[in-house]
């Protein structure tokens, strides 16, 4: 490269590289550094320890853990059932209205899942929507308790928020596929179902695995929405990281859960993006 | 087996639908409520008032909230798509060999949920000892939209015909005259596109707030200390409010991007 041109390369690639370095990567070494940390009457204290770290195998914080990966799961697995027809319908269904319905389900992706977690509570509460609709038409005499502040609550909640992020990735695997390859299916004699499973699902496992990823990755780290429809049956992960930085006061501790968190999500990504490799039609 | 054949193409359109309306629903309702004569958020709708809008009007916690967030998503606006367009032209053009890797790398972000990146910068700014304040919500905020920002532009970028600015450069323009008058003006909508999307995320984020204000609210901010200590009747009002901002910029994001890709077609 010559002077000049290093000289222009610093000056668009040195300033936002070195924003997301004091502002990313710095805070992100820092709670690494924190995790093995120590606090000492309210006061961070660099002395290298393994205690918090040890802490998190306390059954306590297992168990919480372990919900929280069971409902992430859970999520995960609901949204492409749900999620899976939506994109293909959108893909390879219509044409007329694709736009149309490419933007409506893009629109809700961009409201404020503060704002969608809220609209839920008013939904499941003791006196919500639901509630009163059951008694209404008189299929139950009280209103169901378990509706709002439960792990049903925060599952549909989080569906709700993050299929989107499913159906986007997915259609525009779907929507690249080459149309040849169905007729081909279906001169060879395949039904419907044989043609999906052997032909339109192996070729579709890079959108499923990138949309799985974009569901699993925010409600591992899930914060409002359990804190508010979960109640106190219902604790995710995120409530008790968050917890550590506030009253609690033990960064060290909630530092290392938050990596844990990562942890989870990067062996997730792994298994998900190979899981999701282009296979050869077979 | 041929035998029975069912028209499967309007099943999919009914669950289409159905997930539209599942997505949907909960907002209808919000929106329904801010306008509703009673007090508390309950069926049936009573009457159609202005009141909780007008108390909100008056309201100077929110007022004050409005003004935070709108400043807070200015400035993230500015920072995340100066960065990022900076960013996604820098790599483009100057690191062809590394683009895959720079790529994937400026969408690292993306994949910290919000509840990790809050902590993480309060930790920093802790040990750093820096106040909190608006400006290290901003902070929080352009890493936020940063990667939305560098996506969409290096997407727009991809299609980019090349001997366009060879052209310019053989005819002696600067380095940075090509990319004012030539580069900038072809990415234009694609700018107005992150921009739009920058200013919807800080505009809705509220985790990374909550992590990194000091005493000064914003509306989501407002919203989420309303649920956690007390709902007022106000609060359909501005979560629809919010709503509406919301459907607007990434409404109009949509018709930039649109508009970018028909304008690079024809010009191909």
């Given at each position: 490269m010559t002077r000049r041109?290093?000289?222009?390369?610093?000056?668009?690639?040195?300033?936002?590289?070195?924003?997301?370095?004091?502002?990313?990567?710095?805070?992100?070494?820092?709670?690494?550094?924190?995790?093995?940390?120590?606090?000492?009457?309210?006061?961070?204290?660099?002395?290298?320890?393994?205690?918090?770290?040890?802490?998190?195998?306390?059954?306590?914080?297992?168990?919480?853990?372990?919900?929280?990966?069971?409902?992430?799961?859970?999520?995960?697995?609901?949204?492409?059932?749900?999620?899976?027809?939506?994109?293909?319908?959108?893909?390879?269904?219509?044409?007329?209205?694709?736009?149309t319905l490419l933007v409506l389900v893009i629109l809700p992706l961009w409201t404020s899942y503060l704002v969608r977690t809220y609209a839920w509570m008013l939904i499941l509460g003791t006196k919500g929507a639901v509630n009163q609709g059951l008694q209404a038409v008189g299929l139950t005499s009280e209103p169901i308790a378990w509706l709002l502040y439960s792990d049903f609550a925060v599952t549909l909640a989080l569906v709700h928020i993050y299929v989107p992020y499913l159906i986007l990735p997915l259609y525009s695997v779907l929507e690249k596929l080459d149309p040849s390859l169905f007729e081909a299916a279906k001169d060879l004699g395949g039904g419907r179902w044989r043609t999906f499973w052997h032909v339109t699902l192996p070729l579709s496992l890079p959108g499923v695995a990138t949309g799985c990823l974009f569901v699993f990755i925010p409600s591992m780290g899930s914060f409002v929405t359990p804190e508010l429809l979960g109640g106190t049956r219902s604790i995710l992960i995120g409530s008790i990281v968050a917890q550590q930085f506030g009253v609690a006061f033990e960064y060290p501790l909630g530092s290392a859960m938050a990596l844990a968190i990562m942890g989870i999500i990067l062996l997730a990504a792994v298994a998900l993006l190979r899981a999701g490799r282009p296979a050869g039609v077979a | 087996m041929p035998a029975l054949r069912i028209p499967t193409t309007p099943l999919f359109a009914l669950w289409t639908a159905l997930v539209l309306l599942f997505l949907f629903a909960p907002l209808v309702l919000v929106v329904l409520f801010s306008f509703n004569t009673s007090e508390i958020s309950i069926f049936p709708i009573r009457g159609f008032t202005l009141e909780w809008y007008g108390r909100l009007a008056a309201n100077t916690t929110f007022r004050a909230a409005l003004a935070n967030s709108f400043i807070v998503a200015g400035a993230t606006v500015i920072l995340a798509t100066a960065l990022g367009v900076a960013m996604a032209t820098g790599v483009h053009r100057y690191a062809a060999r590394w683009r895959t890797v720079l790529r994937?790398?400026?969408?690292?972000?993306?994949?910290?949920?919000?509840?990790?990146?809050?902590?993480?910068?309060?930790?920093?700014?802790?040990?750093?000892?820096?106040?909190?304040?608006?400006?290290?919500?901003?902070?929080?905020?352009?890493?936020?939209?940063?990667?939305?920002?560098?996506?969409?532009?290096?997407?727009?970028?991809?299609?980019?015909?090349?001997?366009?600015?060879?052209?310019?450069?053989?005819?002696?323009?600067?380095?940075?005259?090509?990319?004012?008058?030539?580069?900038?003006?072809?990415?234009?909508?694609?700018?107005?596109?992150?921009?739009?999307?920058?200013?919807?995320?800080?505009?809705?984020?509220?985790?990374?707030?909550?992590?990194?204000?000091?005493?000064?609210?914003?509306?989501?901010?407002?919203?989420?200390?309303?649920?956690?200590?007390?709902?007022?009747?106000?609060?359909?009002?501005?979560?629809?409010?919010?709503?509406?901002?919301?459907?607007?910029?990434?409404?109009?994001?949509?018709i930039a991007i649109r508009r970018a890709r028909t304008t690079a077609d024809r010009r191909q």
């Open positions: 041109g290093l000289a222009a390369a610093t000056a668009f690639l040195a300033p936002p590289g070195l924003w997301i370095a004091v502002f990313f990567v710095l805070p992100m070494a820092t709670i690494v550094l924190l995790s093995f940390w120590r606090v000492v009457d309210y006061d961070i204290v660099a002395d290298f320890t393994l205690a918090n770290y040890q802490k998190l195998f306390r059954p306590l914080y297992l168990d919480v853990f372990w919900r929280t990966i069971k409902v992430s799961l859970l999520v995960t697995v609901i949204s492409l059932l749900i999620g899976y027809p939506v994109a293909y319908y959108l893909a390879r269904k219509t044409k007329r209205f694709r736009v | 994937s790398a400026s969408s690292v972000p993306m994949m910290v949920p919000h509840l990790i990146l809050g902590i993480a910068l309060l930790s920093f700014f802790n040990i750093v000892e820096a106040d909190l304040s608006l400006l290290t919500v901003i902070a929080g905020h352009s890493i936020v939209a940063f990667p939305y920002v560098f996506l969409i532009i290096s997407a727009r970028l991809v299609g980019f015909d090349p001997s366009v600015e060879e052209a310019a450069r053989d005819l002696g323009a600067s380095t940075l005259t090509i990319f004012l008058e030539i580069t900038l003006p072809l990415l234009a909508p694609a700018i107005l596109a992150a921009a739009l999307i920058s200013f919807t995320l800080s505009f809705d984020e509220v985790v990374v707030t909550f992590f990194t204000t000091g005493t000064d609210n914003t509306l989501p901010m407002m919203i989420w200390s309303m649920l956690r200590f007390g709902i007022t009747p106000e609060i359909n009002a501005i979560a629809t409010l919010t709503i509406v901002v919301s459907c607007v910029m990434a409404g109009l994001a949509e």
